[in-house]
């Protein structure tokens, strides 16, 4: 999360609502308290910032963002290595031209 004063990782969890979260991750972050630091996200951070999950979920996601006027995704497989990313990539590949 970089220094205190400025942090976009902060600032931007900050803004979907969880400040309280926001400065406890980041003292945890600033003490090298990474495992902890990691542990302290919340899955509904997670949830509202990521495509993980089934197929069946990312489609959803992907349709609420087309709607909500989003047209440029980012997406890359956690593990490239292994060729269940990269599938999975080619999949959402499908379901976003499907929109």
Known sequence: MSARSRSIYNEFIYRY???AV???IQDLCLAGRHVETA???PEEIVDLTTL???LTRAA???QAYAEAGVTTVCARPANPARRM????L???VGLAQAI
């Open 60 to 62: 959803e996601c992907l």
């Open 85 to 88: 990313g990269i599938t999975g």
């Open 39 to 41: 542990a302290a996200v």
């Open 22 to 24: 926001a400065a406890a």
């Open 17 to 19: 609502g969880f400040g």
């Open 52 to 54: 993980v999950g089934p």
């Open 90 to 92: 080619d999949d959402l």
